[in-house]
């Protein structure tokens, strides 16, 4: 049998190449982003490097702990308790200490060196402990001097004066030295004694004495650690920083993956289909010659083994050159680390292989079922009309898998709203629902053509006509190629259509909840605003001021899941003035040092009841719930008082202007104390605009790389079949030009057929996005999120273009080389033998 399936597939290459190509392009994916994604597994282990020289260094806890049932559960402090003053006097008497202070700093327009995310202040004694080393300079002696980090990248150079802006205020300061950037932060150094007027509380003391004896005294004070060793590396600017930058670069390349195999499935499938489709006569002939249907279905089954373990050694190879590119490419679009390199791992490689296999084996089993199905008198049907029925397996399949679409939407809608909202459920959603639609496809696509195609068959000239009795007559070619495009335009639709409508929904419930006319924020996150700032917005007549800080509260659900909420501490009565919260229960006036403002998404939304919570240092507290906030997008987080706010600093300003005072005289003077600060002051409306633009960076090179991976798909399934289709056409072609059509008129109605099936495809997957659109709709309308459906049309139309383009392109070209022949070449006389 092997020899008969090997003579076959060289006789018939054009209808394999296709096959083999896309599966080969699918494993190659699949390898590439295999080995990119076992890289993501294990993140490079740091040794310390920020108290890299330190023998012992005290600080606060940084995670919470807590026992439950299940064991020890943690979760990371956003704000750990300062060493108190009492501890730093007890640790002075062991031996020679140096107290370390990290503080927010803004430098003027002058550019530093470093690879941290925003330049942070620290006392220059503690720099002995830390890789930093004077490269130029001296070390900053008086107040008004500093030491900063300077290579490559700086234009900072030693006596040059800068403007720095911290907590205190924006002061002119002398540089007298330069340090190599550490890699880890971009540090400004200034004398201890400034330091300790911009940061009062102590963040870690290095301690030259032996680590037991520290222990000992550190023993007595709740939430203090002491770190040695390796330990030391938990006191590094976000010590974990490498891990959860690969959290999203997993997650990427997994979902990229899932995309893959998805669409490789269902295009080698639909070729399979078309093949088996184009070679009934054959089949019957072998049934005619006493093949049995099981030896027909095997003859199916070994050209997809062929097929598959050809293309995925191809494959695999093409996915282990390809992955180091991906790396660099992903580490150069700033979508990974600049470190991310691929491992030596194997598996990955076995698993494409293994996986390309799999997909050409279960694409073959629809096909193979049909071709045994085929009897022997199909060796004399010469008709190209397809009848359009399916049979009962396809149509209780499709059923059920549309049914499990809408039952998933429709269970989702009804006991979680919020999760149609996440990435991972509107990525994978459209799936089924995509399917459902391809699976239906003979029996949907010939009333759409007829629809599409009736006003061009109403155009003088027969083009119109002829191409709508085509595409209606040839289902299964019809179908073939619609459903790469299907795929391409549903997955365009509804993934770029859901973030944009989530975006415009994120932006519309800011306009509503924010209804003060300034609104200034720090330039970084965990950064905060200048104190002076905030007293002289304070002192601005007419003008109403709410000053808030980022923190957090932990809970612990059901008794066994830490689950912490981003947070903003806030002084109710001010809240209220510059905001209009969706409460849903209770009220922010009822918010006070004793209690919270939750949202639905908690356990607990009882107002009055009691909620146990530990605060961003580690305290634990009990508070009571003042008001309850609706869902939403999930940006309506918790509320506190800025006593449970963990010693946060103020990193938010709204100002609204009171009724009868002067718009003009108020911001002018906001204003000025934004330049007097070096603080950045912004309108509400420009406030908006720039923090909620559309989705950009890695979110949307992602999408755009999903979308890339379905449009090259696309490209290979549209090349394959019209090639396919215009091989098995030579006689129709031939016949057009014998009743006197012009090669021209014959190549221009085999273009307009091409147009009318990609607007099949390009309706039915619209529908599909439609439907999955609608349903992020229907779940923002239950989260009360008033905003509008944000069809994603330059996508689509892009999508569309290119898919009508590859379709005329392939399905031209081929049918010109086909009538390079005469009208009564020998083409006709071959295919009537």
């Given amino acids: 049998m092997l020899n008969v399936v090997l003579r076959g597939m ?9 096959s ?9 994916i699949v390898a590439a982003t295999g080995l990119a994604l076992a890289a993501t597994f294990d993140a490079p282990r740091h040794g310390p490097e920020r108290f890299a020289a330190a023998p012992v260094v005290v600080r606060g806890e940084d995670r919470l702990r807590v026992r439950t049932p299940i064991g020890v559960r943690t979760q990371e402090l956003t704000s750990p308790r300062p060493v108190p003053a009492e ?9 020679r200490t140096v107290e370390d202070r990290t503080f927010s700093v803004t430098v003027g327009s002058a550019r530093l060196d470093g690879d941290g995310e925003g330049t942070v202040g620290h006392p ?19 107040d008004g001097e500093v030491v900063v980090t300077a290579g490559n990248g700086s234009d900072v150079r030693t006596g040059e004066r800068i403007t720095v802006t911290t907590g205190s205020g924006t002061v002119a300061r002398t540089v007298v030295g330069t340090v190599r950037p550490a890699g880890f932060e971009t540090a400004v150094f200034f004398t201890a004694a400034e330091a300790a007027r911009v940061s009062p509380a102590v963040d870690a003391v290095v301690v030259h004495a032996d680590p037991a004896v520290v222990r000992a005294v550190v023993a007595h004070e709740d939430r203090m650690v002491v770190l040695t060793g390796d330990d030391r590396r938990r006191a590094d600017p976000d010590p974990d920083r490498d891990a ?3 959290v999203s670069v997993n997650a990427l390349l997994g979902t990229a993956a899932g995309i893959t195999v998805f669409v490789s499935v269902f295009v080698v499938a639909s070729t399979f289909s078309f093949a ?4 009934r006569r054959e089949f019957g002939l072998l049934r005619t010659a006493g093949a049995t249907p099981g030896q027909v279905r095997r003859t199916v089954y070994a050209e997809a083994a062929v097929i598959g373990v050809l293309a995925s050694a191809a494959g695999c190879r093409m996915g282990a050159l390809g992955a180091p590119r991906l790396a660099s490419w992903m580490a150069g679009e700033h979508i990974a680390p600049h470190w991310f390199v691929i491992g030596d791992q194997n598996w990955p490689l076995h698993t494409a292989f293994w996986t390309g296999v799999a997909v050409a084996l279960a694409g073959a089993v629809a096909a193979s079922r049909r071709a045994g199905r085929v009897g022997p008198v199909e060796a004399l049907r010469e008709s190209a009309v397809d009848s359009g029925s399916m049979p009962l397996s396809r149509v209780l399949l499709g059923a059920a898998v549309l049914l499990t679409g809408a039952a998933l939407l429709g269970i989702a809608l009804v006991q979680d709203p919020g999760s149609l909202l996440k990435r991972k459920t509107y990525v994978t959603q459209p799936m089924l629902l995509i399917v459902g639609c391809a699976l239906f496809a003979p029996v949907l696509v010939r009333p759409v053509t007829r629809f599409l195609a009736w006003a ?7 083009t119109g006509v002829l191409a709508r009795e085509n595409a209606s007559a040839g289902l299964r070619r019809t179908s073939a190629v619609a459903a790469p495009v299907i795929v391409t335009v549903a997955l365009a639709a509804s993934l770029m259509g859901t973030t944009a409508t989530l975006d415009e929904a994120r932006a519309a419930e800011a306009r509503t909840q924010v209804t003060s006319d300034f609104v200034v924020t720090a330039a970084t996150g965990g950064a905060a605003l200048p104190a002076e700032f905030v007293e002289r917005a304070r002192r601005i007549p007419g003008a109403v001021v709410s000053a808030s800080r980022s923190t957090s509260v932990t809970v612990l659900e059901e008794g066994t899941a830490l689950v912490t909420s981003e947070a903003r501490a806030v002084d109710p009565d001010d809240a209220a003035a510059v905001s209009e919260l969706p409460v849903v229960a209770g009220g922010l006036a009822g918010l006070d040092d004793g209690s919270l403002v939750v949202n639905e998404e908690w356990m607990t939304t009882r107002v009055g009841a009691r909620v146990g919570v530990w605060l961003a240092d580690g305290r634990k507290v009990t508070l009571r719930v003042a008001a309850v906030l609706s869902t939403g997008t999930g940006n309506n987080g918790v509320y506190v008082t800025p006593r449970n706010s963990g010693g946060a600093a103020v990193d938010r300003v709204d100002v609204k202007v009171r009724d009868g005072a002067g718009r003009s005289a108020v911001a002018a003077q906001l204003a000025a104390a934004g330049r007097a600060t070096g603080t950045e002051v912004a309108t509400r409306a420009g406030w908006l605009a720039e923090s909620h633009r559309r989705t950009g960076g890695n979110t949307r090179l992602g999408l755009l790389m999903i979308l890339l991976i379905a449009v090259v798909y696309t490209g290979i399934a549209l090349a394959n079949t019209q090639v396919m289709a215009t091989s098995d056409r030579v006689r129709d072609l031939v016949v057009l030009r014998l009743a006197g059509a012009t090669k021209a008129q014959v190549l221009r109605l085999v273009g307009v057929e091409a147009l009318v099936v990609v607007a099949v495809g390009a309706v039915l997957g619209g529908a599909v996005a439609a439907l999955n659109l609608l349903g992020v709709r229907t779940a923002l309308a239950l989260l009360d999120v008033r905003s509008a459906v944000v069809v994603p049309w330059g996508t689509i139309g892009s999508v569309v273009a290119v898919s009508a383009l590859l379709a005329v392109v392939f399905a031209v070209l081929p049918a010109s080389l086909v009538l390079r022949v005469g009208p009564a ?5 071959r295919r009537a033998r």
């Fill in 10 to 18: 060289r006789t018939r290459w054009v209808t394999f190449v296709g």
């Fill in 20 to 28: 083999f190509v896309a599966l080969a392009l699918g494993v190659g």
């Fill in 87 to 95: 501890l730093v006097t007890a640790l002075a008497e062991l031996g």
């Fill in 124 to 142: 220059w004694p503690v720099a002995a402990a830390t890789p930093y080393r004077l490269a130029t300079g001296r070390a900053p002696a008086a």
């Fill in 244 to 246: 959860e930058a690969l």
């Fill in 276 to 279: 088996v489709a184009q070679r």
């Fill in 456 to 462: 061009p068959a109403q155009l003088p000239g027969a």
């Fill in 825 to 829: 070449g020998r083409g006709l006389s």
